[in-house]
């Protein structure tokens, strides 16, 4: 520990010592061959966090100038503060006194658009500007997270190893891969996030339609989903879920989640997620359901006023309790194959968008360890695109058709309970119909485009010809050949 440092001899440091600074910081520091330097704007921290951790062997520094100048050349500083403007705030501090060649790291949660901007910025001063997605939380911060740095590749030859360090590990292999240029790892994150909603959102319907239709208690339900753990559901949210539902409220004796007051929070990257893809037209319906539900759950005033509008007439009870749970189990699989298949979509088009090369793969690869969407499941991912790179729908990959194959007769049967029986299951009934129509061979968007074409005159295409159409609505109903586009 060094409060005073004069000779540059640290690797990597690291700006904000909240949680997940001092996670990561104590992560990097715990790893051979890194000298951690550490800068917090509220001295405070860092004295906490010294005084706490003396086996880490920080170099500390009270001011920005004298953390600078304890970072060996070139410098590699990761910034954990708070997103938005403590970002910024930050970055034009750490700009004024790095030079050519230097890395700035912005490893908060920052929109991949702000990446773009400020890596352009960094960029024209000759400075690096690596965005890096991190998951995991504060656990995953200070044992091994999943990485997603964007940037340069210049920038990741010296990172790649020190992230590398620090990363989850899944099957000896470290949770980290260069995901692209500028805001490519950040947008990456994203889209992970939105994943995680989706998921989220799939297992608690699982729980819901499970409790309502076979009147079993949380425990009982608690064992469910740790028997579905050991088979294709196998995940990190399966297994909380088993041990969330299995937890007693201390002060009533009631199950935990029965004293959870049923709204959801969140802080807005799912609706980063949804509105990124809405604006690429990639269809992400589960993820759009989730967040939409977590949204309606939070709307006690509506939710009470609704609360007396008639439900189903008949009552609702499952004769055959084991298989309703067997075919609850396939329905979630199916569905989060759906979910899945959709944030890849999302992926691929934001790639083709902003011009990144990002390797699908790998992707699902660095999300099998330190995230919190952690699974089994994201091999088959990777074997899909590593069979075939150009694949256009996950869903379609031959392990996921059989999946589906399989699970696709529950599916149907425990949406139309859900429906028949009053139970929302917004995401399992949205990821069915999207199933079913990009499944379609012709779809009702022709009376759609016949619509649009009779109130504006917008045209449509045939199926038998080529060229671009307009009937004479409000004439004598011909059809005539339009110079425009039907889009
Ligand atoms: N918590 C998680 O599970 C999690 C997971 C993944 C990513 N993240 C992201 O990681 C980042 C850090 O999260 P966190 O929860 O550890 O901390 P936080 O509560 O988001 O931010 C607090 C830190 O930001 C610093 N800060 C705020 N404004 C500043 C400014 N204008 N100039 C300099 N420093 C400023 C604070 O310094 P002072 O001590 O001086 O106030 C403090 O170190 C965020 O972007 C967050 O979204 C968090």
């Given amino acids: 520990m060094n409060a005073t440092p004069t000779?540059?001899?640290?690797?990597?440091?690291?700006?904000?010592?909240?949680?997940?600074?001092?996670?990561?910081?104590r992560n990097l520091a715990s790893r051979e061959g890194n000298t951690v330097a550490v800068y917090n704007r509220t001295w405070a921290k860092?004295?906490?966090?010294?005084?706490?951790?003396?086996?880490?062997?920080?170099?500390?520094?009270?001011?920005?100038?004298?953390?600078?100048?304890?970072?060996?050349?070139?410098?590699?500083?990761?910034?954990?503060?708070?997103?938005?403007?403590g970002t910024d705030a930050v970055i034009d501090e750490l700009s004024a006194l790095f030079e050519e060649g230097d890395i700035i790291i912005d490893g908060g949660n920052?929109?991949?658009?702000?990446?773009?901007?400020?890596?352009?910025?960094?960029?024209?001063?000759?400075?690096?500007?690596?965005?890096?997605?991190?998951?995991?939380?504060?656990?995953?911060?200070?044992?091994?997270?999943?990485?997603?740095?964007?940037?340069?590749?210049?920038?990741?030859?010296?990172?790649?190893?020190?992230?590398?360090s620090i990363a989850a590990v899944?099957?000896?292999?470290?949770?980290v891969t260069h995901v692209g240029t500028d805001g490519a790892g950040h947008f990456v994150k994203m889209i992970h996030n939105g994943i995680e909603y989706a998921d989220m959102q799939l297992i608690a319907e699982a729980y819901d339609l499970i409790r309502q239709g076979t009147g079993a208690a949380p425990a009982e339900i608690a064992d469910i989903f740790a028997?579905?753990?050991?088979?294709?559901?196998?995940?990190?949210?399966?297994?909380?879920?088993?041990?969330?539902?299995?937890?007693?409220?201390?002060?009533?004796?009631?199950?935990?989640?029965?004293?959870?007051?049923?709204?959801?929070?969140?802080?807005?990257?799912?609706?980063?997620?949804v509105q990124n893809a809405l604006d690429l037209g990639i269809p992400v319906s589960g993820i759009a359901e989730a967040v939409f539900a977590r949204a309606l759950s939070s709307k006690p005033a509506q939710r009470a006023a609704a609360s007396s509008l008639p439900g189903p007439a008949e009552p609702w009870t499952v004769d055959d309790k084991a298989t309703f749970v067997e075919d609850v189990r396939r329905a979630l699989y199916a569905s989060k194959i759906v979910a899945y298949s959709q944030g890849f979509d999302a992926i691929i088009a934001g790639a083709e968008k902003y011009g990144w090369d990002i390797k699908k793969g790998e992707i699902a690869k660095i999300w099998r360890g330190g995230c919190i969407i952690r699974a089994q499941f994201l091999n088959r991912?990777?074997?899909?695109?590593?069979?075939?790179?150009?694949?256009?729908?996950?869903?379609?990959?031959?392990?996921?058709?059989?999946?589906?194959?399989?699970?696709?007769?529950?599916?149907?049967?425990?949406?139309?309970?859900?429906?028949?029986?009053?139970?929302?299951?917004?995401?399992?009934?949205?990821?069915?119909?999207?199933?079913?129509?990009?499944?379609?061979?012709?779809?009702?968007?022709?009376?759609?485009?016949?619509?649009?074409?009779?109130?504006?005159?917008?045209?449509?295409?045939?199926?038998d010809k080529e060229g671009t159409f307009h009937t004479l609505?409000?004439?004598?109903?011909?059809?005539?050949?339009?110079a425009g586009s039907s889009h």
């Fill in 227 to 273: 028997e579905w753990n050991k088979g294709e559901l196998e995940s990190y949210l399966i297994e909380i879920t088993a041990e969330v539902l299995r937890q007693t409220d201390a002060e009533t004796g009631k199950p935990l989640v029965d004293v959870i007051l049923d709204q959801a929070g969140s802080k807005g990257t799912g609706v980063w997620t």
């Fill in 170 to 175: 899944a099957e000896g292999e470290p949770c």
């Fill in 7 to 25: 000779a540059a001899t640290a690797n990597i440091g690291v700006v904000g010592l909240a949680v997940m600074g001092s996670n990561l910081a």
């Fill in 110 to 164: 920052a929109l991949f658009t702000d990446t773009i901007r400020r890596e352009k910025a960094a960029r024209e001063k000759g400075l690096n500007f690596v965005g890096t997605g991190i998951s995991g939380g504060e656990e995953g911060a200070l044992n091994g997270p999943s990485i997603m740095p964007g940037g340069s590749a210049e920038a990741y030859e010296k990172l790649g190893p020190i992230f590398a």
């Fill in 46 to 85: 860092t004295e906490t966090l010294i005084t706490e951790h003396p086996e880490a062997g920080f170099v500390a520094s009270k001011t920005i100038e004298e953390f600078v100048a304890s970072l060996e050349k070139p410098r590699a500083a990761l910034i954990m503060v708070q997103a938005g403007a």
């Fill in 473 to 482: 609505w409000s004439g004598d109903r011909t059809e005539i050949e339009s």
């Fill in 381 to 463: 991912i990777t074997d899909a695109y590593n069979d075939d790179p150009e694949l256009v729908a996950l869903l379609t990959a031959p392990y996921f058709r059989a999946a589906i194959e399989g699970a696709q007769e529950s599916w149907r049967q425990v949406v139309a309970h859900a429906a028949k029986a009053g139970i929302p299951s917004p995401a399992f009934s949205s990821s069915l119909a999207y199933y079913d129509g990009i499944r379609a061979p012709r779809l009702p968007a022709a009376l759609v485009q016949g619509q649009r074409d009779f109130f504006g005159a917008h045209t449509y295409q045939r199926v």
